[in-house]
């Protein structure tokens, strides 16, 4: 099955962070499932580019069979209301682009926090 997993701040095994979403599409790919992860290009703990920045484009990594696509979104998120309603809306439009350049999904993952993480999904 070709699962396409959504989250906004995805954490690997060793990054800062949460990494039980590492952890679920490493047990996916295990069962033998084809797994792409759509994510934010920004460190949340920093709100600094995770990897620098090619202009606006996606950059991809293939981390233990994971294909991950690290999208563009505005950095220094933090500083206020604004700034991270802007961060959330370019992961949203930038993630809708990278998800028609992947193969079709047989399911597709949305972990939404934020909420419109989920209204990606739904798309």
Same mark, same amino acid.
Request: hydrophobic residues 40%; positive net charge; aromatic residues 18%.
């Given at each position: 099955?070709?699962?396409?997993?959504?989250?906004?701040?995805?954490?690997?095994?060793?990054?800062?962070?949460?990494?039980?979403?590492?952890? =679920?599409?490493?047990?996916? =790919?295990?069962?033998?499932?084809?797994?792409?992860?759509?994510?934010?290009?920004?460190?949340?703990?920093?709100?600094?580019?995770?990897?620098?920045?090619?202009?606006?484009?996606?950059?991809?990594?293939?981390?233990?069979?994971?294909? =991950?696509?690290?999208?563009?979104?505005?950095?220094?998120?933090?500083?206020?209301?604004?700034?991270?309603? =802007?961060?959330?809306?370019?992961?949203?439009?930038?993630?809708?682009?990278?998800?028609?350049?992947?193969?079709?999904?047989?399911?597709?993952?949305?972990?939404?926090?934020?909420?419109?993480?989920?209204?990606?999904?739904?798309?």
């Amino acid at each position: 099955m070709r699962i396409v997993y959504l989250k906004l701040a995805y954490s690997l095994e060793d990054d800062y962070g949460s990494e039980r979403d590492y952890y =679920i599409c490493k047990k996916m =790919i295990e069962n033998g499932h084809h797994v792409s992860v759509v994510t934010s290009n920004i460190n949340y703990k920093t709100s600094l580019p995770k990897y620098p920045n090619r202009g606006m484009r996606t950059i991809f990594r293939n981390h233990n069979g994971i294909n =991950i696509y690290y999208v563009y979104t505005l950095s220094g998120f933090k500083s206020n209301f604004f700034r991270r309603l =802007i961060y959330y809306f370019t992961y949203c439009l930038f993630a809708l682009i990278a998800i028609r350049h992947i193969k079709k999904a047989d399911a597709i993952y949305a972990v939404s926090v934020p909420l419109p993480v989920g209204i990606i999904g739904y798309i």
